[in-house]
Nanobody, 128 residues
Framework: QVQLVESGGGVVQAGDSLRLSCVASGRSFTHSPMGWFRQAPGKEREVVAAVSWSGTSTYYANSGAGRFTISRDNTKNTVILQMNSLKPEDTAVYYC?????????????????????WGQGTQVTVSS
């Protein structure tokens, strides 16, 4: 059974940091591009960051550029989202997702429809 399990969410104040982790199990995700998405109440799910399976290519949405860092450790089937200088508008449920292996080691996707596996989400609440 394939599972993605996120952890690390919580309630913090504006300016604080959080480190979200996503651990995959059930199969190897070594060659899967991974992404972090978020969904706030009443809003559509949006990409936060994405990384190729090789880790050499990354993408950041404008909202998190310069504050968020995505990284992965394929030996541990883990993807990390380091979030610094958090703002109230970062409040959302954050989801980890995995895409089927592409042909290119540098490929990543920002389209949630491209991802096959999703975690259950972890709540991030940033108070002002």
């Amino acid at each position: 059974q394939v599972q993605l399990v996120e952890s690390g969410g919580g309630v913090v104040q504006a300016g604080d940091s959080l480190r979200l982790s996503c651990v995959a199990s059930g199969r190897s995700f070594t060659h899967s591009p991974m992404g972090w998405f978020r969904q706030a109440p009443g809003k559509e799910r949006e990409v936060v960051a994405a990384v190729s399976w090789s880790g050499t290519s990354t993408y950041y949405a404008n909202s998190g550029a310069g504050r968020f860092t995505i990284s992965r450790d394929n030996t541990k089937n883990t993807v990390i989202l380091q979030m610094n200088s958090l703002k109230p508008e970062d409040t959302a449920v954050y989801y980890c997702a995995a895409r089927r292996p592409p042909l290119s080691a540098s490929y990543y996707s920002t389209d949630p429809g491209q991802y096959e596996y999703w975690g259950q989400g972890t709540q991030v609440t940033v108070s002002s």
